[in-house]
């Protein structure tokens, strides 16, 4: 190995792993940023401070997470902000039977990478758009924009 290498190795072991899909993002970012630094020298440094704040948005850091049968993991950073029955969103097809739903937050300094919250096989998909409505609103679960997923688990049906 030569000395390049290991700095590399040393810099991806103290990085956070960004998403592939924000590293275009965080490139236009930096371009504006290099183009404001040759404009006038204070604006290139808060196009500077915005792309830090855009590769932070992107980061996809490691999780190591409980492994066990039934356990339901939060999908999300943020802030779990209600745990209770309700009835699916009608594009699921799930019927109108509570089932449980917890609900998270995630504000613009949350990681913004989801992950599955249980084992199994997705078995439906649900893209709809929506609005952005303050999440603590009743109405934003309804009326907000949401991907919905249905997870069959080999013990348990659909969660």
Same mark, same amino acid.
């Given at each position: 190995?030569? &000395?390049l290498?290991?700095?590399k #190795?040393?810099?991806r072991?103290?990085?956070?792993?960004i998403h592939? $899909?924000?590293r275009?993002?965080? #490139? #236009?970012?930096?371009?504006?940023a290099?183009?404001?630094?040759l404009i006038w020298?204070?604006?290139?440094?808060?196009?500077?401070?915005?792309t830090i704040?855009?590769?932070l948005f992107?980061r996809?850091?490691? %999780?190591?997470t409980?492994?066990?049968?039934?356990?339901v993991?939060?999908? &999300?950073d =943020?802030?779990?902000c209600?745990?209770? &029955?309700?009835?699916p969103p009608?594009e699921? =097809?799930l =019927?109108t039977a509570?089932l449980p739903?917890?609900?998270?937050?995630?504000n613009?300094?949350?990681?913004?990478v989801? %992950?599955?919250?249980i084992?199994g096989?997705?078995?439906?998909?649900v893209y709809?758009p929506g609005?952005f409505l303050?999440?603590?609103l009743?109405?934003?679960? $309804?009326?907000? $924009?949401?991907n919905a997923?249905v997870? $069959?688990?080999p013990?348990e049906?659909s969660?």
């Open positions: 190995m030569s &000395a290498d290991d700095v #190795a040393s810099i072991k103290v990085m956070v792993p592939p $899909e924000g275009i993002f965080i #490139a #236009a970012f930096a371009i504006v290099f183009i404001l630094f020298q204070p604006l290139g440094w808060l196009g500077a401070g915005l704040w855009c590769a992107f996809n850091p490691d %999780r190591v409980p492994m066990r049968d039934g356990l993991m939060s999908g &999300a =943020g802030v779990v209600d745990v209770k &029955a309700a009835v009608p699921l =097809g =019927g509570p739903r917890v609900a998270v937050f995630m613009v300094f949350d990681v913004h989801n %992950r599955a919250p084992g096989r997705v078995a439906k998909i709809t609005k303050n999440a603590d009743d109405k934003a679960s $309804e009326d907000n $924009e949401r997923l997870i $069959e688990t013990t049906g969660a």
